[in-house]
T-cell receptor, first 115, second 114 residues
Framework: AQTVTQSQPEMSVQEAETVTLSCTYD???????LFWYKQPPSRQMILVIR??????QNATENRFSVNFQKAAKSFSLKISDSQLGDAAMYFC????????????FGKGMKLTVNP | DVKVTQSSRYLVKRTGEKVFLECVQD?????MFWYRQDPGLGLRLIYF???????EKGDIPEGYSVSREKKERFSLILESASTNQTSMYLC?????????????FGPGTRLTVT
């Protein structure tokens, strides 16, 4: 069975600063994908970034980047130059290739951005 | 852009009522999913479907059923709503081709059962 753990239920950051959200996971599969999803107060869940386990290079999307440590089963999200619009719930998620392609989510973390 | 829509943003029902939550996606995705989201519990999978008329139970299927008669539409049914089914319900879809594994979510339905 796959599990995803987000140990910090809430974090805050000052506008323009950098913040790192942590996530650990467990899976016995060798082929899997990791995601960070963002859910703003309007509730539409949107994909922030994805990482393929077979890729050594960390994924980046503009101000968002990940630190993927495969051996440690760690997948953190770094948000640079934080903006007020980054305030949201952030969910770390895992899916394995093949099988049912189900997503397993962490419990989420609420990020507050202070002006 | 992928668009996933859900029939209602807010819904209030009485205990014992039969409730239908509808989800429609416009990108010809094969897989569709229903989750419920509760504070401190994250998202939990109720049911998913990998093709028309095909379905599989997720982690918390008790008290729910689903229907997928057309590829673009996936319905979640609460046969007899109970107060412990008060929750946020999220629908998602994803393709199975093209190397894309991420799911695309609808806006959610906040269901209150009184």
């Amino acid at each position: 069975a796959q599990t995803v753990t987000q140990s910090q239920p809430e974090m805050s950051v000052q506008e323009a600063e950098t913040v790192t959200l942590s996530c650990t996971y467990d899976t016995s599969e060798s082929d899997y994908y990791l995601f960070w999803y963002k859910q703003p107060p309007s509730r539409q869940m949107i994909l922030v970034i994805r990482q393929e386990a077979y890729k050594q290079q960390n994924a980046t999307e503009n101000r968002f980047s990940v630190n993927f440590q495969k051996a440690a089963k760690s997948f953190s999200l770094k948000i640079s130059d934080s903006q007020l619009g980054d305030a949201a719930m952030y969910f770390c998620a895992l899916t394995t290739q093949g099988g049912s392609e189900k997503l397993v989510f962490g419990k989420g973390m609420k990020l507050t951005v202070n002006p | 852009d992928v668009k996933v829509t859900q029939s209602s943003r807010y819904l209030v029902k009485r205990t014992g009522e039969k409730v239908f939550l509808e989800c429609v996606q416009d990108m010809d995705h094969e897989n569709m999913f229903w989750y419920r989201q509760d504070p401190g519990l994250g998202l939990r999978l109720i049911y998913f479907s990998y093709d028309v008329k095909m379905k599989e139970k997720g982690d918390i299927p008790e008290g729910y059923s689903v229907s997928r008669e057309k590829k673009e539409r996936f319905s979640l049914i609460l046969e007899s709503a109970s107060t412990n089914q008060t929750s946020m319900y999220l629908c998602a879809s994803r393709p199975i081709a093209g190397g894309r594994v991420e799911q695309y979510f609808g806006p959610g339905t906040r269901l209150t059962v009184t």
